[in-house]
C-alpha cells in the first residue's frame, strides 16, 4: 500500500526539458482528466453537492468531538463553501487555514475575516501560527482532486499539502472532500506521499479509507 498526496513540482505543468518519474507523469494525466471533469460539472450538481458536504462535515466534527481543525477555503471548482467554516465557528470549532508561501503553507487563526492570498485563494486574517500550525490540529480537511481505495490522494501538483502533512503527527486523522466519482480504485503514488484516513462526499458522508484486508 502506498500514502497520498500531489507531486512535488512546483509548477502547474510539468516541464519538457526534463526526464520525470514515470509516477510523476501518471498524476499529470489524472489531473488533466480530473479538472476537465470539474470544470464541466453543473451548476446544480455543485449546489446539491455543497449543501450535503456542510451537514456532513457539521456531522463529523460535531460526533468526533475535534475542538480544533485546520481546513480551507474552496477555490474554483472545488466543492463545498466557505460559509461551512462560519458555521463550523459558530457551533464552537477553532479553524486554522493555510497562509501560501513561496514553497511552504503556514497556519492561521480563522477569525471570521478573509484577504486573497498569494495565489489568489482566500486566506485568513488571523494570528500566524508558523509551519508547525498544524501540531495544534485534531484532524485536517484537505483539498484534493481525488483519492483511491487506498487512502492515495491527487491534488494540484504544487506540494503544498504534501509538505505540510509531511509535519502532521500521525495519528491525526486527514479527511479529503471529494465529488463522488471521483473515488477510483487505484491513482498513482510516490515515496513522499501520506494517505488520507477519511473521504466526505455528497452521497455517501464521511467514511474511513479501508486497507487491503478490511472486511467490506
Known amino acids: 500500500m502506498c500514502p497520498a498526496a500531489d ?29 476537465a471533469a470539474r470544470a464541466a460539472r453543473s451548476e446544480e450538481d455543485r449546489v446539491v453537492a455543497t449543501r450535503a458536504l456542510q451537514a456532513h462535515l457539521l456531522a463529523a466534527v460535531a460526533d468526533s468531538g475535534w475542538s480544533t481543525i485546520s481546513a480551507y477555503v474552496p477555490f474554483g471548482d472545488e466543492p463545498g463553501s466557505a460559509e461551512t467554516l462560519v458555521l463550523l465557528q459558530a457551533a464552537g470549532v477553532r479553524i486554522l487555514l493555510p497562509c501560501t508561501g513561496p514553497e511552504d503553507l503556514t497556519w492561521a487563526v480563522y477569525d471570521g475575516n478573509l484577504r486573497p492570498g498569494r495565489l489568489g485563494i482566500l486566506e485568513p486574517t488571523g494570528a500566524d501560527l508558523g509551519l508547525d500550525g498544524l501540531s495544534e490540529v485534531d484532524a485536517v480537511l484537505t483539498p484534493a482532486l481525488a483519492v483511491d481505495r487506498w487512502g492515495t490522494r491527487i ?32 491513482l498513482p503514488c510516490a515515496h513522499y506521499d501520506r494517505p488520507v484516513t477519511h473521504t466526505v462526499t455528497a452521497l455517501l458522508g464521511t467514511r474511513p479509507i479501508r486497507s487491503a484486508g478490511s472486511a467490506p
Open 155 to 186: 491534488g494540484y501538483g504544487r506540494g503544498y499539502f504534501d509538505r505540510a502533512l509531511s509535519r502532521l503527527p500521525v495519528d491525526r486523522p486527514v479527511l479529503a472532500i471529494v465529488y463522488d466519482d471521483e473515488l477510483v480504485d487505484f
Open 7 to 35: 507531486t512535488s513540482d512546483s509548477s502547474d505543468s510539468l516541464p519538457t526539458d526534463v526526464n520525470l518519474p514515470p509516477v510523476a507523469v501518471e498524476k499529470e494525466a489524472w489531473r488533466t482528466r480530473l479538472l
